[in-house]
């Protein structure tokens, strides 16, 4: 089966609001459902194996590391979509760099948006130990920029 029968399968389901078709075709299983918020395609059935092989052992995936900040750490996120800037023009300094101190009122960046300069302050207490994203970088909705060890 290629994807063009899958498209008219797909197509067929729409117009007979089918929720779910499953088709079995030469030891291989494909079944189709709508609805669930996703599509989910078996993947194809291995092919027998013949007797007296060896069985294949597949390691277990690893952990997923965990998300968030280390602990004593507070993330600056982006209050906004837009542009990262570490400084207001290219020539000036950083507004702040690994190792400074901030306060709550401390501009840590400039986010453009719409051609909006928005100023962004640090909101928290501490040290800046890891700057997130460089220069220049698209950012999203609360998406960390900094890491700031508490004080």
Known sequence: ??????????????EHDLVEVEIEEEGRTIKLRRGGGF???????APALPVGAPAVTIPAR???APTGPPPGTTEVRAPIVGTFYKSASPEAPAFVQVGDRVNPDTVVCIIEAMKVMNEIKAEVSGEIVEVLVDNGEAVEFDEPLFRVKSA
């Not at 089966?1 to 729409?14: F, H, Q, S, T, Y």
């Not at 599509?39 to 059935?45: R, T, Y």
């Open 62 to 64: 690893a952990p997923a």
């Open 1 to 14: 089966m290629d994807i063009a029968d899958l498209e008219r399968l797909v197509k067929l389901m729409a």
């Open 39 to 45: 599509a989910s395609f078996p993947a194809p059935a």
